[in-house]
């Protein structure tokens, strides 16, 4: 395998051998590759390349360079780029583990895309279609890994439903309850400016010190990967917003959703 990778995509491969069955494949800190939930089964050389590729490809288009990471400590084992070891206890929790010989049923990865607007706001529209491009990128990985997905496609419409979603700035993607950039920034719309007849401020998505009106494909990419097979928590519920910010209650005002009479937007 590090033969065929080093051919193919020019990356120095480490490999050292772990136990327990469990092998997972590590591009920086991203997880492309896992095989817990399938029996201590072992992918191809094809399998590997085919994500390396993806995620290569996506780390290209938004200009980040792929690096391999450090050799692993003693004690874990790795493949391309580096991959840790599942401890012994863990492995009780694994398909088929050899602690307790039971299956384990397919993991849910719940995606959720919160907008106020499609047709005239240019941002909900291209994050939109770079969020459809991203999970048609890891479909198949989570497939092969036994992990559903399933897409929330989410039109906010009111103040108070806004309120109920800790809904807070447009638009948002949240994976599994969390939102996939919780350190929100917002900046001048010039779209949703020149349809309110005001200034208003819309999400900016930060990726690699670099500020971005639609996110990277590549962001999202990490942050599905990350949240498939990072820290695996349950997933969370959204908070409930104590405040509606005032962009998405002039929103709602002009478009009866909200309770008073006022200005408007198209975005939050």
């Known amino acids: 395998m590090a033969a065929a990778i080093k051919g193919a995509l020019g990356l120095e491969v480490q490999l050292v051998v772990g136990e327990g069955g469990i092998f997972e494949v590590l591009l920086?800190?991203?997880?492309?590759?896992?095989?817990?939930?399938?029996?201590?089964?072992?992918?191809?050389?094809?399998?590997?390349?085919?994500?390396?590729?993806?995620?290569l490809g996506a780390r290209n288009e938004a200009g980040r360079p792929a690096k391999v990471a450090p050799s692993p400590s003693a004690g874990q084992f790795a493949a391309p780029c580096g991959c840790q070891e599942v401890s012994r206890a863990s492995l009780a929790d694994a398909c088929c583990s050899p602690a307790t010989g039971r299956a384990v049923p397919p993991r849910q990865l719940l995606v959720e895309f919160l907008y106020l607007d499609l047709e005239k706001c240019s941002r909900c529209r291209e994050t939109e279609q770079?969020?459809?491009?991203?999970?048609?990128?890891?479909?198949?990985?989570?497939?092969?890994?036994?992990?559903?997905?399933?897409?929330?496609?989410?039109?906010?419409?009111?103040?108070?439903?806004?309120?109920?979603?800790?809904?807070?700035?447009?638009?948002?993607?949240?994976?599994?309850?969390?939102?996939?950039?919780?350190?929100?920034?917002?900046?001048?719309?010039?779209?949703?400016?020149?349809?309110?007849?005001?200034?208003?401020?819309?999400?900016?998505?930060?990726?690699?010190?670099?500020?971005?009106?639609?996110?990277?494909?590549?962001?999202?990419?990490?942050?599905l990967l990350?949240?498939?097979?990072?820290?695996?928590?349950?997933?969370?519920?959204?908070?409930?917003?104590?405040?509606?910010?005032?962009?998405?209650?002039?929103?709602?005002?002009?478009?009866g959703g909200g309770p008073a009479p006022g200005g408007g937007c198209c975005c939050g």
């Open 28 to 55: 920086d800190d991203t997880v492309i590759y896992s095989n817990v939930g399938q029996c201590g089964s072992l992918p191809t050389d094809e399998d590997i390349l085919m994500r390396l590729e993806a995620s």
């Open 130 to 223: 770079v969020l459809d491009e991203a999970l048609a990128e890891v479909t198949p990985v989570l497939r092969t890994t036994r992990i559903e997905l399933e897409l929330r496609k989410i039109h906010v419409q009111s103040e108070e439903q806004a309120r109920d979603l800790g809904f807070v700035s447009s638009p948002t993607i949240r994976v599994n309850g969390r939102d996939v950039q919780e350190e929100l920034r917002e900046n001048l719309c010039e779209s949703c400016s020149d349809l309110c007849g005001d200034d208003v401020n819309c999400r900016v998505w930060t990726y690699n010190g670099e500020e971005y009106v639609v996110p990277p494909k590549a962001l999202l990419v990490e942050a």
């Open 226 to 255: 990350r949240a498939a097979y990072g820290n695996r928590q349950e997933a969370a519920a959204p908070p409930r917003a104590p405040e509606v910010p005032e962009n998405l209650r002039r929103f709602f005002r002009l478009r």
